[in-house]
């Protein structure tokens, strides 16, 4: 069963009770060792998951927390090991199918029991579906972070141009700004993931987030004709040359300078690329950000905003106190702190934490909360399995630098969609 | 230690310390021999098993494993793969254009053998890229290539030709990568040539220039033999140097654009078993089947030519 089900984000907003409970039982007593590997190495998560430990530990005087940090990329190989040889009574990782092959493999504790006693069903309802595969619930959520369109407010009025809404506005205001001698998008696709965004947002616009999350889950064939659509609108934009050129050289960072140049208006990124920008010299008045706009009126708006996550390995010695972490991490005062502007800057997985008051942050709770009935996806590749999304992002690759393969293309991801699930 | 128990004459050793010679050797073999067997004999057979199951590498907490066997499919499958045949194909491109390397390596050793001022530094000068990391190396020429800042385009944009994206483009991006992997590599041919240029025996030259040998012919049949074990050498680490080029495809293109379009075997069978996507244990280890039973043929082909050497001699 590996369909990650969707709960509307409405929900987000509309759960209100029961968070109480969920710290009262973080005070009990605990003891021994609590070993915590974590992959938040960048140096703001860094600080902040130092920070947990360190008021967990004031909580609890008689736990010895063992934290070992380890770097982000180098992790997402090394958990293979350290889940089976050397397991952490808490380890971060990912929602969506990224945990499908630990969850498979018995690795990881099904903890829907804590989720009930914690009342964590409703103050983490939104997320709740991303962290379910079959009957089990398998770790908790700590933040996620809304997907869009990021762009250059202040070429947008110099050509006189509002955000577009409709799919039509989207390519009048491209072709305005390759008029004006600028690329709409900049994007590096060198790392194959960015590409994947662009394809979850027009196939969510094109054909929904239930046939989005049908494909990804291998049900649909990708020589289907709706995902002939999607391709269809996709190169669209591609024909125009919307598209930063040569950018399968580039990696998402290096892609980054022809936005503050002025060489590209827009970028379609997660909410970590405002950090950069602003590090570049733009100031919150030239960025603005919009919703990916709306292709079929008949379908219901979908997003992505991928969700990091808290496990308990089945080989973990403390589980005791591993529980209490969870329930410490995703409680809503916690929740409010670690993802405040002066934290990860991301949106909190508690609907009764406050959003800080960043411009960007308000923007995309407000979008993931009221303006998401379709439903919240992952990304491509962590609602694909890994396999299948390796080489479906280097199709979309391969089709972005040269839109007449789309049939072989097609071909090769259909090949293996059957060689995969 | 066990040279006092070797005696100036062996003749009428008594029983004792003959055995002590026949297990001594067997002693001193016993370390490597325990490290070479536990780090390269028993992986080899492993890769063998692990080849006929499909495996994510991953096993349950009660320690059974979640493989299942599917006995040849893998290698069926590899049949099939396209990426594994471009992968193949690329290492044939980087084993041949990499042998590029020793006449490189060559002709600046012979331009460095001679006796200025300063040589020594212009020698040091053309050794330095051996000395940097391969990954700086890839870094460099990636800038080299960068389709808008790069040098290179600067370049032709001199002459009037380009713009190119030579690592974006399916059809050179491989050869650009070989181009960044050559310039070590004929660093490191040069030095084994300059060094195996020092050990030619003056008298032949001398004799061959009053035949009257000069240029190609004197380089030819005069100082080209007498290099031949620097030859040998520069071959040999070449060879091994292409088909272990890993870091440089990781560094430059990471396998891409498009679908494994620059990656080798190597890369290939690290991607699809040990990447943050690759979860094919037993696909990754077929492949290293075939990579292995490809550089059986060129190790055998070695061994045979040092015994034959060792013999002929």
Known sequence: MRSIFTTGAAALAAATILSGSAFAESHAALSGDLVIFSDMSNPAPRAVMEGMVERFGEMHPDLNIELTIIDREAYKTQIRNFLQANPPDVANWYAGNRMLPYVEAGLFTDISDLWEEGGLTETLASTQASMTIGDGIYGVPYTYYQWGVYYREDIFEELGLEAPETWDEEIANCQAIIDSGRFCYTIGTKFLWTAGGWFDYLNMRTNGYDFHMALTNGEIPWTDDRVRATFANWQQLIDMGAFLENHQTYSWQEALPFMVNGEAAAYLMGNFAVAPMREAGLTDDQIGFYQFPQIDPSIEMAEDAPTDTFHIPSGANNVEAARAFLLFVTSAENQTLINGGDGLGQLPVNSQSSVDDDEFLSAGFEMLSQNSPGGIAQFFDRDAPAEMAQVAMQGFQTFMVDPSSLDSVLDRLEQARQRFY | ?313
């Open chain 2, 1 to 313: 230690m066990t040279m006092t128990a070797m005696p100036e004459t062996e003749i009428a050793a008594p029983p004792r310390r003959f055995r002590q010679q026949a297990i001594a050797p067997w002693l001193f073999l016993l370390p490597g021999l325990l490290f070479f067997s536990v780090y390269v004999i028993v992986p080899i057979i492993q890769s063998f098993q692990i080849s006929f199951y499909d495996w994510n590498g991953l096993d349950r907490p009660d320690g059974t494993s979640t493989a299942v066997y599917v006995g040849l499919e893998n290698y069926r499958d590899l049949w099939d793969d396209p990426d594994f045949w471009t992968s193949l194909r690329n290492n044939a491109i980087w084993l041949v254009l990499y042998l590029l390397a020793i006449p490189g390596g060559l002709f600046i050793a012979l331009f460095l053998n001679q006796t200025v001022t300063g040589i020594r530094l212009y020698k040091s000068l053309f050794f330095f890229p051996f000395v940097i990391s391969q990954v700086v190396v890839g870094l460099v020429f990636t800038w080299f290539y960068d389709p808008t800042f790069g040098m290179i385009n600067e370049l032709l944009g001199l002459v009037g030709l380009g713009p190119v994206n030579i690592l974006g483009d399916t059809r050179y991006a491989t050869y650009g990568i070989i181009a960044a992997g050559l310039w070590p590599q004929t660093a490191y041919c040069m030095i084994l040539y300059l060094t195996g240029l020092n050990a030619v025996d003056p008298e032949q030259i001398e004799a061959a220039r009053l035949d009257g040998a000069k240029g190609p012919k004197m380089l030819w049949y005069v100082v080209l033999p007498q290099l031949r074990p620097a030859t040998f050498i520069a071959f040999v680490v070449t060879v091994i140097g292409a088909l272990r080029s890993f870091d440089l495809i990781s560094i430059m293109t990471d396998g891409g654009p498009g679908f494994y379009s620059t990656s080798v075997l190597a890369f290939y069978m690290w991607d699809v078993a040990l990447s943050e996507f690759g979860f094919r244990m037993g696909y990754g280890s077929a492949i290293a089947v075939i990579l292995f039973l490809i550089m059986l043929i060129y190790i055998a082909g070695f061994l045979w030519k040092m015994y034959r050497d060792e013999k002929g001699v």
